[in-house]
Every structure is written in C-alpha cells, then in structure tokens.
C-alpha cells in the first residue's frame, strides 16, 4: 500500500461514493448441495465451526457455492507513519478476533515474519478455540527475515513496500529459498506445523513452487487487478476466483496440468465488478473500490455492501463463486472498524441462511484441489447497478482467456479480452526485479482502461453494419449449462437477439430478427493507445505483447481495417466465432485437453 498523506495509509485514492439507487433484494439458490471439505493438517478443524469451536452444522447451499474467505494479515510495524505504532497494530487484530468470535465467523491470518516472531501475535492466535482460525504466511519481505536469512537488508525502513525490497520479486531465486526456509523453519517451531496458505499482493513463480514442492502449501492469495496502485501493475489476469498459475509466471493462468503449479491462488479485496475497472479512466493508475472496510466508496459503506453481497449470492457464477473479505492491520482499527463492523454480522447472516460458505484459506485451496485439475471457467455477474449509472457486467474467466461485458444504459461493448499464455515467462523467473515497481501483464486483444483517455472509452461495441450502436434491453444471463455461459441481449433497434455463448476455449455470437446482416463488432481506442496489431487479415489477427506473437483466429466471421475504427468483426452465416484457445497458427490444439 502506498501513502496517500503522513495521516492515511491507502493502495490508490479512494473512490468518491458511488450515487445510491435501490438495491437488489438477495434470493436463495436452488439446488441443495453439502459441500466435501478436505482434510486441513496442524490446528484445523475440518467442519464449519462456531465461535466455540465445536462444529455446527452446515446449511445447504446452491450447487455452485458462494465461498466466502476473511482474511486479514498481520505486520509487526509500520515505519511510514509514527502514529501507527505497533500497540495500535497489534490492538486492531485483537479486535478482529474479538468481532470474528461474536458472529462465529471462521477465517484465516496471515502473520508477516516480523509478527510471527513477536510474542504478543503468538500467544493471542495460540488461544483461540482449535479450529476457529487459520494462521498462515504472508509474504512481504521484512528487515528481521532477511538477516536471519544471512542476506543483506537493502531497505530504508525494517519493512520497506518497494518491489525490490519488500517482495520475494527482488531476491535471486536462490535467495527466495533461503528467505523460505528460514520463515518456514520458524513457524514450525513456534506452531508445530508448516503453514497451508501463505498469500502476499503477489509472490514470484519459483517462490510459490518452491514452497509447494518443499513445505505442502496449498493455497495462496494474490491482489486484485490493478494498474499502478502502490507501483504494482497486476492487469489482465484471471479476473476473480482461483487459478493454477504456470510454473513460467504466477500472474499467468497455465492451460495444462504438466505446466501448472499445484497451489491455487485466489483474487483478494473483492472488486467491484462494475466501477473498479474504469476507476482513474485516462490516467495512469486506478483508484480502489473493493470490499476492504476502509473505503468509504466500498466496502466501508452499509449500503453498497448490502448490493455487492446481494449480486454476489443472486449472478451466475458457473463453477462457484468466490470472494475475501478482511483487512491488514496497518489500516487501524479506527479507520476499519465501521467497515469490518457493517460486514461481519451481513456474511454471518448468509451462511445462517445457506447462501455462502465460509471457509479458510487452506480449506477453499483443498476444496478446489479436490474438485479441479486445471484451472475452471467461471464468472461474475452483476445485472443491477449501485449506482444511477445503470451499468451491468459480466465476467468470464477460463484458462485461456477472460472477457468482460459491460452494458452502458442500453449500449454494450466488450470492455476487455485478454488471453493467457503459459509459456511467457515473467521478468522475475530467473533474476531479481531491480525497480521499485512490480509488473504482470497478459496478451490483450481487447484493453477498456489501457486504451482510453478522458475523451475516448476503448471497446469492442456491437454496432450496425453502417456503424451505429446498437441499442437494447437488459441481458439474461444462464449458466446451468456446464462449463458454458450463454449471454442473451434484446435488441430494440434493429429488432432482435444477440446471443452469446462463452466456453473456456471461445466465444460464439450469433444475431436473429431484424439483425440479420446488419450487424458487426468495431474496435475504437484512443489515438495515442499503443496497440498490439501487427497484421489483419480476413481469418485472424497477428498481435506482438510481452515479445511474444500471438494470433486470434476467427473461425466463424472475418475481421476487417478501418480508418474510424482499429478491427471490425463481420458475421459469417449470422455468426461471429472466436478462437481465443491457440496462441500461433502452429497452434496448441494439445491445450484443449484438460491435464494433458
């Protein structure tokens, strides 16, 4: 997290409370299903416990479960602002443990070296009912881990926030194991056992396998996508859930099994499936509007965490829907505590009543472990906007690529596609990162917030065939279909139906009515956008991003140029077919089965 002012600790400006319009009524899923936990070493009780610590019955739940993680990690100091002392840190997840209990809400901390090692942080966790709580890693890089490590502390500060420092991206990889083996050894001494989860804003490749093949782990956490915020770009990424990362970059999702690291890691903060991603349009990094307690705009409002819960039990999902919720204690209690306050007894209501899950960090790597061998398509849907903007999304996510939809009163266009490669290596694979930035990127086709500015909106927008928008009602979304979500959108004008289909290897539109050819997708951006076009033709386009080549095939369609647009999609037959699986024309038709 950066420092906004020497009062507030924040990652990005807050977002500006998002104008209020009625909020959606929460529905109970159908389709009762017992979830099968799996079996946690050390302190973890296998059931749904109660703030006592003696299993309670689970409710039932939807075939697709609505899993709920808390999280909250823990550091020893905050050398940044000399209010936050460590008294007031250690006081705030005193607190956190104490509103956790009163509404019998299970959860997961994660202890910084420099808390692992400090007694106060040992002996409050040690006293909590056995299996009320997970205790795992996090991994930011303090002054005392690196010492003990016999290495050399390169920061201004005993914790220092910068890429090169504070994170695992700025050791040689021979480092990383050193710095893992210390931690790793001392929690086991402290707790008698090798934690299950260790989780940080991000943690390098080798690192991550490092600790699966060596110590176990079976979970990890990662930040959301961002651009900028703290200087860590994390962007085009497998949107929310979990992923198998590859073995060549933990950011990128891999397509088979035999390149995959065998540790999930799971999307944290819970963004706004609407407003986060166009948050700081034009500029060049975004705000935050998540459900960490301290924003205002987010999830320290009552009203807008009444909406995102609401959208999150009701939108399709797919596979399972997923969220954390918690706070590192660096914010304070003071600024968390309404937030954390609001949110607490509102995730007790809903597993009362069957709508979520909550599990642990540990359980829900285990849960997907058990269910997944590759990485699953899932999505993210959200029909009924907060605010008075009146915008719906949709967020598709597989192994292959993501894609969103966004419905802007009653336009749509394709916000964002970005496509995940396996085989690209990250920057920190084998070297250090000497900057005090992080980046990790994916292969774009479509870029809403990289491309735009404050005059331009980039999209992929569905337009008639002499170039007006195409304009229609609210969608229907259906996901009972395994593995496949199908989009319906009403059109008014021409009158008809677009139909959209999106499985983990492509996405398939077609049109009826009035639309029949007369309609097209056209790619705008800003001028000044660097694109990654290197060639068009009628079957596919030729793309350059990360030094890598990659190409989209158009199975069903043809793309065309233009001078008012980038790319154009013309139908074929009344359908558009992307191929968003192979990567060159030599392509991986290998990658379509899973595990092989």
């Not at 599990?359 to 906007?385: A, R």
Request: charged share 20%; glycine share 8%; with cysteine.
């Amino acid at each position: 997290m950066a420092i906004n002012t020497d009062q507030d600790l924040t990652r990005g400006d807050q977002e500006a409370a998002i104008p209020s319009t009625s909020c959606p009524a929460g529905r109970p899923r159908t389709g009762p299903l017992l979830l099968k936990l799996g079996l946690l070493r050390g302190l973890l009780s296998l059931a749904l416990t109660s703030g006592s610590g003696h299993a309670a019955e689970a409710a039932p739940v939807r075939a697709s479960p609505c899993i709920v993680n808390i999280i909250n990690f823990i550091r020893q100091c905050e050398p940044r602002i000399e209010r936050i002392t460590e008294t007031v840190l250690y006081d705030t997840v005193v607190k956190q443990v104490e509103i956790m209990k009163a509404h019998q809400l299970r959860g997961t901390f994660l202890l910084q070296y420099d808390s692992l090692v400090d007694a106060r942080y040992q002996k409050l966790l040690k006293e909590q009912p056995e299996g009320m709580f997970e205790i795992g890693g996090w991994w930011e890089i303090p002054q005392a881990l690196v010492e003990k490590s016999g290495l050399h502390w390169r920061g201004k500060t005993s914790w220092d926030w910068h890429a090169d420092v504070g994170f695992s991206t700025g050791y040689t990889p021979q480092e990383r194991e050193k710095l893992v083996d210390t931690y790793m050894a001392e929690f086991k001494k402290i707790f008698g056992y090798y934690p299950q989860s260790v989780g940080s804003w991000f943690i390098d490749e080798h690192t991550l396998q490092y600790m699966q093949e060596h110590y176990g782990i079976v979970a990890s956490c990662n930040c959301k996508d961002q651009i900028g915020t703290d200087g860590y770009t994390l962007w085009g990424g497998y949107w929310n859930q979990g992923y198998y990362p590859s073995k060549k970059n933990a950011y990128m999702p891999a397509q088979n099994a035999a390149n995959q690291i065998a540790v999930p890691i799971f999307r944290m903060l819970g963004s706004d499936p609407i407003h986060q991603y166009d948050s700081g349009l034009g500029g060049d990094r975004q705000r935050v509007v998540t459900l960490e307690p301290v924003y205002q705009g987010g999830g320290g409002d009552a009203a807008w965490c009444q909406w995102y819960f609401d959208t999150f039990v009701e939108g399709a999902a797919m596979g399972y829907a997923y969220t954390q919720v918690g706070q590192e204690n660096s914010f304070t209690w003071d600024r968390m505590a309404k937030g954390f306050e609001i949110q607490m007894p509102m995730i007790a209501h809903l597993q009362q009543a069957g709508k979520v899950v909550v599990k642990t960090l540990g359980e829900t790597g285990i849960w997907f472990k058990d269910k997944y061998p590759v990485t699953p398509p899932t999505s993210v849907t959200v029909l009924k906007d907060y605010s008075a903007k009146n915008q719906k999304t949709v967020w598709f996510d597989s192994r292959f690529y993501r894609a969103n939809l966004l419905w802007d009163q009653d336009s749509l266009r394709f916000r964002d596609i970005h496509l995940f490669d396996e085989t690209i290596a990250s920057d920190y694979l084998t070297k250090p990162g000497t900057s005090s930035e992080c980046h990790y990127d994916t292969l774009p086709l479509v870029d809403g917030f990289r491309w735009s500015s404050t005059q331009i909106v980039a999209g992929l927008r569905f337009k008639t065939s002499e170039g007006a928008e195409l304009k229609g009602d609210t969608p229907t979304v259906d996901d009972s279909k395994e593995g496949e979500l199908v989009v319906h959108w009403p059109v008014n004008a021409p009158k008809g139906e677009i139909l959209m289909n999106f499985d983990e290897t492509s996405v398939h539109i077609s049109a009826d009515g009035e639309l029949k050819n007369n309609w097209c997708l056209e790619l705008s951006s800003d001028k000044a956008a660097v694109l990654p076009f290197r060639e068009i033709t009628s079957g596919k386009i030729t793309c350059e991003h990360l030094n890598t080549a990659y190409e989209i095939l158009a199975k069903k369609g043809h793309f065309s140029k233009g001078t008012a647009f980038d790319y154009r999609i013309n139908p074929e037959d009344q359908q558009i077919l992307l191929d968003l699986s192979q990567r060159t024309s030599a392509g991986a038709e290998k990658n379509k089965t899973p595990g092989k």
